[in-house]
């Protein structure tokens, strides 16, 4: 019998958040500084943050393609990310890998993520995630992170999970799950899986 799936993300479930906003803003400095342009700093933060990205980029690499300046900011912020964990393990959550380990035995964890496919393997490994999940649903180094695309590839390729797990409140993927009729649990409701 194939095993049901649990869909997870990184961020603030098996990672603390810190480890992605931090790098974050290293990145937004390095563009601020490479430009000259503080007012690119009323992109940080913003949901549509990847404007001022592609504003900063395309004076920073004038001559690149998009999917090139895409590929060298996504790749400076995913080196940061790296650099972070490996200098503060402790944002680690290893309560949750240890029950997810355990859930393992019950279902097929697959892991749903932004970071690209290029580097989440490093990103796991520098966590000592590594051997967790059973699959993973990557961005495209390239391209710009959307979550729907994300969700969609995931179906595609496994299908339906039963459950997400998130560690923190993201209306935009919580709401595409439930309308495709996938249970969303908080990290906090983890042991009613």
């Known amino acids: 019998m194939v095993k049901p799936i649990l869909a997870t993300n990184l961020d603030d479930l098996l990672i603390k958040h810190e480890a992605f906003v931090e790098p974050h803003k290293l990145v937004w400095g390095r563009l601020i500084e490479k430009t000259g342009n503080k007012d690119l700093a009323k992109w940080i933060n913003k949901k549509d943050y990847f404007i001022g990205v592609n504003l900063a ?4 690499m004038p001559q690149a393609t998009r999917e090139e ?6 790749t400076w912020y995913q080196e940061e990310v790296i650099k972070y964990i490996q200098s ?3 944002c680690v959550n290893k309560q949750i890998a240890d029950r997810l380990k355990q859930l393992k035995t019950r279902y097929r964890l697959v892991l749903m993520t932004s970071n690209t496919e290029k580097y989440i393997g490093r990103i796991l490994t520098s966590a000592g995630l590594n051997k967790l999940y059973d699959s993973i649903v990557a961005s495209e180094t390239e391209q710009e992170p959307k979550k729907e695309d994300l969700i969609e ?11 997400y797990l998130t560690g923190k409140d993201d209306p935009e993927a919580n709401e595409i799950f439930r309308k495709r009729e996938v249970k969303v649990i908080g ?3 983890i042991d009613s899986i």
Do not use: F, H, W
Not at 57 to 60: A, E, K, V, Y
Not at 153 to 163: E, F, Q
């Open 69 to 74: 300046k895409t590929l060298q900011v996504r």
């Open 187 to 189: 990290k906090d409701e």
């Open 57 to 60: 980029m395309d004076q920073i």
């Open 88 to 90: 503060n393990p402790d």
């Open 153 to 163: 590839s995931l179906i595609a390729k496994y299908g339906k999970p039963k459950y």
